[in-house]
């Protein structure tokens, strides 16, 4: 479980970086509502609170039981499908962010402000331009905290069960100190640049737009080594003799049937390897 932990981790460097640094940005947006309400800068993160309010119903509800149909899994895709779609959407949310913000400093230098101290001047783009990436962000969200602890409660050992939500927390605070390092060291490999290092500063020089990119890399990255992991994977939990009484949709499924009545353990879990 150790390769997953440590995989899933890494995605966690998404949910600090775009709560940290969209922050910044949003101040040099038009955040207007009407002619009377600005938004404050700090309050677009909860775009993700409300994507997730309204996504997760959906996908429970209806993503979750059309899909069941095709792939015969009690919740649509196994744990770590999912995990790897998380991921997915990790590096999705950071090519947008990148594309949004080099959208950002076509505006500053237009208009000449990249020597201009951050929330001191408000460019004619609008702060819908930063929804996108909050929406994939949700995404993420949505089908990686569920999926992680569904997969660690399930496959750790009895002994440790009980602490089993553990890891999940553990994989997020790593998260959020990888990300830490990772602001640290890309500071100190570019500070001898031209304009000095990507993430000082008023973040008006593009930095931020690079390291964006290179955070979308790493998760690529990331990606691979998950797959290689996940392929290597043993399940211990099996989810069909447990869970596939419990869902309402299976039940009269002559597939579900054929495979639980089968003789060969390898038929009745095969699914999990579609």
Known sequence: MLP??????????????????????????????GSHFTVPSPSLNSIVVLVTLITAPIYDAIFVPFVRRYTHHPYGFSTLQRLGASITFAIVAMAIAALVEGRRIQDVRRLHLQQTPLGTFVLPMKMWWLV????VSAMMELTLFISQYQ?????????TRSIASSFTYSASAMGYYLSTVLVDVTNRATR????????????????LEKFYWLLAVVLACDLVVFLVCSRLYTYKYDWYH???QQMPDCNGDSDFEGALSSPRPDVARA????
Do not use: M
């Open 192 to 207: 001898h640049q031209k304009g000095g290092s990507w993430l000082t500063g008023n973040l008006n020089d593009g930095g």
């Open 4 to 33: 997953i932990w440590a995989t899933t981790a890494v995605v966690s460097i998404v949910f600090s970086q775009l709560s940290t640094f969209t922050v910044s940005q949003g101040s040099t947006l038009d955040r207007r509502l």
């Open 242 to 244: 447990e869970d596939v």
């Open 132 to 135: 996108p990436q909050y929406v």
């Open 151 to 159: 997969f660690f409660y399930h496959e750790a050992s009895d002994g």
């Open 271 to 274: 699914w999990e390897l579609q």
